[in-house]
Nanobody, 121 residues
Framework: VQLQASGGGLVQPGGSLRLSCAASGGTFSNYHMGWFRQAPGKEREFVSY????????AYSPSVDGRFTASRDNARNTIYLQMNDLKPEDTAVYYCAASRDVSSMSSRYDYWGQGTQVTVSS
C-alpha cells in the first residue's frame, strides 16, 4: 500500500486546514487508518485513527474537539479536518495504514511521506 499525504501549509492560529491521504496499491477498505505527527525535536505522536469502515474514530486529548477524521473508501482517501489550529499543532503530519485499530505507531505497516503544517502568525 502506498500512501500520499497532502494539504499541509502555513496557517494563522485559529485557522483551519484539511489534510488528505490517498492510498494506492492495496484494498484500502481492509485497513484502519491513522494520523500521526512529529514536531521538531519531539517523538512522533498519535493524532487520530479511523476504522476501516469509518464507523469508529479516536483522537488524542490535545486535538479532540478540534480535529475530525473521515474517509471515503470509494476514493481510497482519508481526511483530517483541523480547526482552531494552535502553534503547538505545528508538525509534520503522517498518515498510516494498519490491520489493527490502534493508537500505537508500531502497529502501522504503511506510512505516507508526511506533510508539513505550520501554525504561526
Amino acid at each position: 500500500v502506498q500512501l500520499q499525504a497532502s494539504g499541509g501549509g502555513l496557517v494563522q492560529p485559529g485557522g483551519s486546514l484539511r489534510l488528505s491521504c490517498a492510498a494506492s496499491g492495496g484494498t484500502f477498505s481492509n485497513y484502519h487508518m491513522g494520523w500521526f505527527r512529529q514536531a521538531p525535536g519531539k517523538e512522533r505522536e498519535f493524532v487520530s485513527y479511523i476504522s476501516k469502515g469509518g464507523a469508529a474514530s479516536a483522537y488524542s486529548p490535545s486535538v479532540d474537539g478540534r480535529f475530525t477524521a473521515s474517509r471515503d473508501n470509494a476514493r481510497n482517501t482519508i481526511y483530517l479536518q483541523m480547526n482552531d489550529l494552535k502553534p503547538e499543532d505545528t508538525a509534520v503530519y503522517y498518515c498510516a495504514a494498519s490491520r489493527d485499530v490502534s493508537s500505537m505507531s508500531s502497529r502501522y505497516d504503511y506510512w505516507g511521506q508526511g506533510t508539513q503544517v505550520t501554525v504561526s502568525s
